[in-house]
């Protein structure tokens, strides 16, 4: 899909010209239209999953930091 913002008509063939539908402002990248329904919806960041951290062995402390501690004057 592409956005623009001239009339497509004589720049493009006609049978594809048929195909464009106008859209409001507001409707951006990624954004998806809905042929059967003639809405627009706007695209949403699906949320990351939250990391699983596990112990590399029995009873370490995951807060503990990795690598070497500065020393501390």
Known sequence: ???IDFDPAG???P??????VPCPDTVG???TYDAKT???????LPKPKA?????AKEGEDLAEPVGPI???S
């Open 1 to 3: 899909m592409e956005i």
């Open 29 to 31: 990248e990624r954004d």
């Open 70 to 72: 500065p020393n501390e």
């Open 38 to 44: 003639g809405k627009f919806k706007t695209f949403e």
């Open 15 to 20: 049978d594809f010209v048929a195909m464009f």
């Open 11 to 13: 720049k493009y063939a």
């Open 51 to 55: 990391p699983k951290l596990e112990a």
